[in-house]
């Protein structure tokens, strides 16, 4: 049983450019959660799908960031018109039913470079 | 979410056990203690979890507290692999509906000495 997969695990984009984060879950998985990480700083909640459809959003910025997961296919993270700040580790993460009483599974993310 | 608060650093000999501390005096009845750990560079890994007793996995051991104030993750023998970054998440039930996010705190940074 293949991991959470994540591509590109590299994406490196210019300013103003959009950058599309792909994430297939565990086979079964039908909860994705998107995280997003900083250059030295901890882990930040983004976003909480369910097939084809947003549960949580609460950690998006509210523009230029959207997220899916339709029902077939990757989940899909866009941000559009890519600042510096933007820069991050983005890591998806799977799980079988709703937490807290199961295990979340992480991909091994994507590193976003905006140059 | 609750509130974990956890050492910033620990530091163990290769083949030792440690004991990773979290306190969460705010805990609710519902809440369930989670613990990931983040190699460098790569993504968080699930540890375990629990609710009100004391928990055993491949991987580790899960004390908690009688009054589930506070638990702790056993790593019974240290290697170097299991230097990372460990996390203590409460994940709650919210008005009966659980959901998804987990909140990571700053973590404890193991250092795992040869």
């Known amino acids: 049983n293949a991991g959470v997969m994540q591509n590109p695990r590299h994406l490196v984009r210019r300013r103003g450019q959009e950058a599309r984060l792909r994430c297939s879950p565990m086979k079964g998985h039908s909860h994705v959660y998107w995280y997003r990480q900083l250059p030295e700083e901890g882990l930040k909640f983004m976003v909480y799908l369910q097939k084809e459809n947003i549960i949580d959003e609460s950690g998006m910025p509210k523009e230029r960031f959207s997220a899916e997961f339709p029902k077939e296919g990757p989940s899909i993270l866009r941000i559009q018109q890519v600042v510096r700040g933007d820069s991050a580790a983005y890591f998806c993460a799977s799980s079988p039913r709703q937490l807290p009483d199961t295990e979340a599974f992480f991909g091994q993310g994507t590193r976003l470079t905006v140059v | 979410d609750a509130k974990t608060t956890q050492p910033n650093s620990m530091e163990s000999n290769e083949e030792e056990p440690v004991h990773l501390p979290c306190n969460h005096s705010?805990?609710?009845?519902?809440?369930?203690i989670h613990w990931y750990r983040q190699l460098p560079s790569q993504g968080p890994e699930y540890v375990i979890h629990?609710?009100?007793s004391n928990v055993n996995n491949r991987m580790a051991s899960l004390a908690i507290a009688e009054d589930r104030k506070s638990s702790t993750l056993i790593l019974h023998r240290a290697t170097l692999r299991d230097a990372a970054v460990y996390y203590c998440i409460l994940r709650v039930h919210a008005g009966g509906t659980s959901y998804g996010k987990l909140t990571f705190g700053q973590g404890t940074i193991l250092t795992v000495h040869p």
């Open positions: 629990g609710l009100t």
């Open positions: 705010t805990i609710s009845g519902t809440d369930y």
